[in-house]
């Protein structure tokens, strides 16, 4: 991957852990929300704890799979160019990966996905939640 992608995860990383950290100290700027309405400001906050802690999760989750993925693999040229064919990349190992050899590029993708997509919900459940109160 590029320098750029892998900066990109390491933002993605921080944010994440402050939100896990906004999640269990249950202060922050997360928590500064306008218009709740009268004597729901507890029930309110504490949902959106539940909810910025299970958020946290899923984005560190997300982040360190993404970064995992480019620590343990990098593109190389499989197959050279020739005049008919272009030239073929592919993922490969950095290292012997011994135990987890099971850990591919598509397994990191597919936990990338995942967590992604449950940040996602939980981002959605998020918006609803703070449309009722």
Not at 2 to 24: N, R
Not at 116 to 126: E, H
């Amino acid at each position: 991957m590029t320098d750029s992608f892998a900066m990109f995860d390491w933002l993605l990383l921080a944010i994440s852990v402050y939100v896990l950290y906004a999640g269990i100290v249950g202060k922050g700027r997360l928590y500064s929300v306008e218009n709740i309405k009268e004597g729901q400001e507890e029930a309110f906050k504490a949902l959106s704890r539940k909810i910025y802690i299970y958020l946290g999760i899923a984005m560190v989750i997300n982040s360190g799979a993404s970064i995992l993925r480019s620590q343990l693999y990098t593109y190389q040229e499989v197959t050279p160019a020739t005049d008919s064919a272009a030239a073929v990349y592919e993922l490969v190992a950095k290292q012997d990966l011994g135990a987890f050899s099971f850990m591919t590029p598509t397994v990191f993708n597919i936990i990338s996905y995942v967590a992604l997509a449950i940040t996602l919900g939980l981002i959605v459940l998020l918006v609803v939640k703070m449309r009722k109160y």
